[in-house]
C-alpha cells in the first residue's frame, strides 16, 4: 500500500497540486512551497542556499511531501507540528504564508 503510493508520486518532482491518495493536502501545499524554494538549478545548485553549504531544505520537503501522503518518515514529528501551528494561525484569521513567501 505504501509502496504503491511511492510509486505513483514522484516526491523529487512533485505535483502542485495534492496528488490522489494525499491525506493531508494542506500539508502538502506547505511542503511543497518549501521544495520549490528549494528547487534546483540546470547546474544542480540550490537556488535558495548558499553554494557552500549543503542543501537540507530538499530533503526537508521531501519529507514533508511524504508526511503529507501518510508515511512515517525521519522529519514527518516536524511537518505535523509545523502544519499544526499553521492551521491554527489560520483559524485565527491570519493568512497562513504569503504568496510569495
Ligand atoms: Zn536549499
Known amino acids: 500500500m505504501t509502496d ?7 516526491l523529487d518532482d512533485p ?5 490522489a ?9 506547505l511542503a511543497r512551497r518549501k ?10 545548485d540550490c537556488v ?5 553549504r549543503r542543501c537540507g ?4 520537503a521531501r519529507d514533508g511531501l511524504a508526511t503529507a ?7 514527518s514529528p516536524y511537518w505535523q507540528a509545523f502544519a499544526q501551528i499553521m492551521r491554527s494561525d489560520r483559524e485565527r484569521g491570519q493568512p497562513a504564508l504569503g504568496p510569495h513567501c
Open 4 to 10: 504503491q503510493i511511492l510509486t505513483d508520486v514522484d
Open 15 to 19: 505535483p502542485t497540486d495534492p496528488p
Open 21 to 29: 491518495g494525499c491525506e493531508d493536502p494542506f500539508l502538502w501545499e
Open 35 to 44: 521544495f520549490e524554494l528549494h528547487r534546483r538549478t540546470g547546474a544542480g
Open 48 to 52: 535558495t542556499c548558499p553554494r557552500w
Open 57 to 60: 531544505g530538499s530533503l526537508l
Open 69 to 75: 501522503m501518510g508515511l512515517k518518515v525521519r522529519e
